[in-house]
């Protein structure tokens, strides 16, 4: 999720208390218990099918209700997944809020994530309802995007404090503070993994690597420059000139603001300026398309992954020469690779491989973990969670260029991905 830091307005509190953008009625106590039921509802089915996929009808359902007597809570399916986005800005901005009471940068960080995690194994216990994932808040229209973009903005600000009275300029404090975020994004994605009573301690082992770095004793940043993959073909080309590539690369940019479901046909070719004909003329379906972009965002990381292997070193010189380049590679020609959170709307058939496959690429950073503990490039920590910190903050950095204004593909990985590898409160270089 991305906006420009210049919004203003109220706090994400607020707004998540105010109706989107209707006036509610008089709130009772049964008023607000069934709106409750119906946001909790719709959370669930936005977070599986997505803004585009999910109707009113489908939502009454979920509670028992007819479609009208939704409508007389949210008008609009647009309002209501406002109200849902809002409701997990509210949540994470009531986190933070607890967090601030703690002595020191570090002790804040370290009970911000245990708090979350904490909220995390409440919702898997079932005692806590869940919250909308914020990953199609760009499907919304205005002015729900809007009030959306204002809340998630005066949270980061908020979560930005954090670095205040460190040594960090402007876009050093918004580029880590992006990366925090991204990766407290991603923990919900891969922290089912565990049993939900060792959630606190997924929460301690990820504060400690976001404090301490991934570096062993004297490791330097100094990752090495492997060639990218290949430079796409620009976006707008004469339609007969128009190559797969391009019908590939316009597709990830939509999935990636819009979901599955808002990158349409009618969209992907309009980026490219070519008709509805010429779209299917190079692709049977969009299905096929967006398959294939996955399988372009995941053999650009193999590539990757492969040539840090193959130029060797320690473990530690060939996570963060490859972790460097796809940084870079994201704000390139190339990019961007398809952000992990676009197959929660996927069809089913496409949904579980694709889920395997983002798995296992991110585990392979593993293997460069391992064996930097075992040379001593990398000081000891669980491997596993690292390897997922490294994926998120991958995954996450072609928004950087909405919080770092003026960020290029030469200086995003000291920018971005340096303070992942030596700590989020180090001194830059």
């Known amino acids: 999720m991305s906006h420009p830091l210049d919004t ?12 989107v953008p209707v006036e509610a009625p008089r709130q009772t106590r049964r008023y607000a218990q069934k709106r409750d039921a119906i946001l ?25 209700l007819m479609t009208n007597s939704v409508t007389y809570y949210y008008r609009r399916k647009e309002d209501l997944a406002a109200a849902c986005f809002l409701r997990t800005i509210a949540v994470l901005d009531g986190l933070v809020a607890q967090a601030e009471a703690a002595p020191d940068p570090a002790a804040r960080l370290a009970r911000f994530l245990d708090l979350y995690c904490a909220r995390r194994a409440a919702v898997a216990a079932g005692a806590e309802p869940d919250t909308a994932v914020l990953h199609d808040v760009r499907a919304l229209p205005e002015p729900q995007a809007e009030a959306v973009f ?11 404090g954090l670095f205040d009275g460190e040594r960090l300029d402007r876009a050093e404090r918004n580029a880590r503070t992006h990366l925090l975020l991204s990766v407290v994004h991603s923990v919900r994605l891969w922290i089912g993994r565990y049993e939900p009573r060792d959630y606190g301690r997924v929460a301690a082992r990820v504060s400690d690597l976001l404090v301490g770095g991934l570096a062993g004793q004297a490791a330097p940043w100094a990752p090495g420059l492997l060639p990218e993959p290949g430079p796409s073909p620009p976006l707008r080309e004469p339609e007969s000139e128009v190559s797969p590539e391009a019908f590939l690369r316009a597709a990830t940019i939509l999935i990636n603001q819009q979901g599955y479901r808002g990158a349409s046909v009618e969209k992907i070719s309009g980026l490219l300026k070519v008709t509805k004909g010429s779209f299917y003329h190079h692709n049977d379906n969009k299905d096929d398309l967006v398959a294939n972009c996955f399988a372009r965002s995941f053999a650009q990381i193999r590539a990757v992954q492969d040539a840090a292997d193959a130029a060797g070193g320690t473990g530690w010189e060939r996570i963060c020469t490859a972790s460097a380049t796809l940084v870079r590679a994201q704000l390139g020609p190339a990019g961007p690779l398809l952000r992990v959170t676009a197959f929660s709307a996927l069809p089913e058939g496409l949904r579980t491989e694709t889920r395997r496959t983002m798995n296992r690429l991110a585990e392979r950073f593993t293997f460069c973990l391992v064996d930097g503990m075992a040379d001593g490039s990398v000081r000891a920590h669980d491997a596993g969670i ?3 910190l490294v994926s998120s903050m991958i995954n996450a950095a072609a928004e950087l260029p909405a919080w770092v204004p003026g960020v290029t593909p030469d200086t995003a990985a000291d920018l971005y991905a340096r303070p992942l590898f030596l700590g989020l409160f180090a001194p830059p270089a």
Not at 40 to 64: I, M, P, Q, S, Y
Not at 150 to 160: G, I, P, S
């Open 40 to 64: 909790h509802a719709a959370a669930t089915l936005f977070n599986e099918a997505g803004v585009k996929g999910a109707t009113l009808a489908d939502v009454a359902r979920g509670v028992g």
């Open 150 to 160: 204002t809340a998630y903005a005066d949270l980061f600000r908020r979560l930005r």
């Open 8 to 19: 203003s307005g109220e706090t994400a509190a607020e707004i998540a208390m105010k109706p």
């Open 386 to 388: 690292a390897a997922q």
